[in-house]
C-alpha cells in the first residue's frame, strides 16, 4: 500500500515538473529570473563559508588602524565600509536573509491568501462578508507605520519581519483567488461532484483549488519580490535583525554615516541585489501570468 501511494506521488510530482517546464517553455525573461533566483538560494546556503571575511570582521593595517583608502581593490573587490567592513563578504553574506525572508513570506502570504479566497469564494453568505470586509480593512492600513508598531512590540527578528510581511500583504491574493472561485464554482464539473456527494472540503481542495494553482504561483512570485523590498525597508529603518547582516541594513549604515556621495561602493552592491532580485522575481511571475491570461502570449 505504502508503495503504490509513492508511486502515484511520484507520478503527480513528475505531471506537475512536466507542467512547469511548459509554463516556461520560450518564456526567456523568465527562464533568466528562474537562473538569477536560483543563484541567490545558492549563495544563500553557501555564501557565508565562501566569504573571505566575516561580515563584521574589522580590516585593520599593522597599526591597527582601518586603511584611509577604501574604495575596491583586488584584496576587496566592493571596498571597505567606513568601520572596515568587507562590503563584498556582507553583501554575499545577505543573501540569505534577502532569500529566507522572500520565500518564506511568498509562501505563507499565498497560502493564508489563497485559503481565505477559497473560503470565501465557496461558501459566499456571511463568510465572504466578513473575510472581504477584514480585508478592505487591511487595503486601508499603511505598510510601513504598522511594521513600526508591529517590530516594536513584537521585538527585531527574522520571524517577526516575515510575520509582518504575512500580516498586511496576504490581501491582494485572497482577493483575486476569490474571484476566481467566484467563477470556477459555477462550473458543470463543480455541480457534478456536487451531485456525486463530494464534501465541501474535497470541491475546494481536490477540483477547485488546482484550477486557481497558477494564479497561486504568479503571487508566489509576485510575493517575493515585494517581501525582499518589505524587509529592505524595515532593515533600512534600523527594524531588522541586528544579529543578521542584510542589505538594506547595510544601506542603513551608510545613511546613518552620511556617506552617500563618497563611499558609492558601499550601498551600490546592496541596492542592486535588492533590484535584481526582485526583477527576477517578476520576470518569473510573467511566464504564470500567460498561464492566467493566455491572450498576453504573443503567436
Known amino acids: 500500500m505504502a508503495k503504490k501511494e509513492f508511486s502515484e506521488r511520484a507520478v503527480v510530482f513528475r505531471h506537475f515538473l512536466r507542467e512547469q517546464k511548459e509554463v516556461f517553455h520560450g518564456e526567456k525573461l523568465s527562464i533568466a529570473g528562474l537562473i538569477i533566483v536560483g543563484v541567490f538560494m545558492v549563495l544563500a546556503i553557501i555564501g557565508p563559508h565562501i566569504v573571505p571575511y566575516d561580515p563584521y570582521e574589522a580590516i585593520v593595517d599593522e ?41 518564506i513570506s511568498a509562501v505563507m502570504v499565498v497560502f493564508v491568501g489563497a485559503n481565505l479566497g477559497l473560503i470565501s469564494g465557496y461558501y459566499g453568505g456571511w463568510r465572504d462578508e466578513a473575510i472581504m470586509r477584514i480585508t478592505d480593512i487591511a487595503y486601508g492600513i499603511p505598510f510601513l507605520p504598522l511594521a513600526i508598531v508591529l517590530m516594536t512590540l513584537l521585538g527585531r527578528g527574522i520571524s517577526n ?6 500580516a498586511l500583504f496576504w490581501r491582494t491574493t485572497t482577493r483575486v483567488i476569490r474571484a476566481q472561485v467566484l467563477t470556477i464554482k459555477e462550473r458543470p464539473f463543480i455541480q457534478a461532484a456536487r451531485v456525486a456527494g463530494a464534501s465541501d472540503f ?77 526583477m527576477s522575481a517578476f520576470w518569473i511571475g510573467l511566464a504564470y501570468e500567460k498561464v492566467v491570461n493566455p491572450r498576453l502570449k504573443i503567436e
Not at 568601520?83 to 532569500?99: E, H, L, N, P, Y
Not at 519581519?161 to 504575512?166: F, M, P, R, T, Y
Not at 497561486?216 to 525582499?228: E, H, N, P, Q, T
Request: charged share 10%; net charge neutral; proline share 6%.
Open 161 to 166: 519581519v516575515i510575520i509582518v510581511v504575512v
Open 63 to 103: 597599526w591597527g588602524m582601518v586603511p584611509e583608502d577604501k574604495t575596491p581593490s583586488k584584496e576587496h573587490w566592493f571596498g571597505l565600509t567606513r568601520f572596515g567592513f568587507d562590503v563584498f563578504s556582507q553583501t554575499i553574506v545577505s543573501s540569505r536573509t534577502a532569500v529566507v525572508v522572500g520565500l
Open 202 to 278: 474535497r470541491i475546494i481542495y481536490r477540483h477547485i483549488a488546482p484550477n486557481v494553482m497558477p494564479m497561486a504561483f504568479l503571487y508566489i512570485a509576485l510575493a517575493v519580490g515585494w517581501a525582499v523590498i518589505a524587509e529592505a525597508s524595515i532593515s533600512f529603518l534600523g527594524f531588522g535583525d541586528p544579529d543578521s547582516i542584510s542589505w538594506g541594513q547595510m544601506i542603513h549604515f551608510v545613511f546613518a554615516a552620511q556617506m552617500f556621495r563618497e563611499a558609492w561602493w558601499w550601498f551600490l552592491p546592496p541596492g542592486l541585489c535588492i533590484v535584481l532580485l526582485v
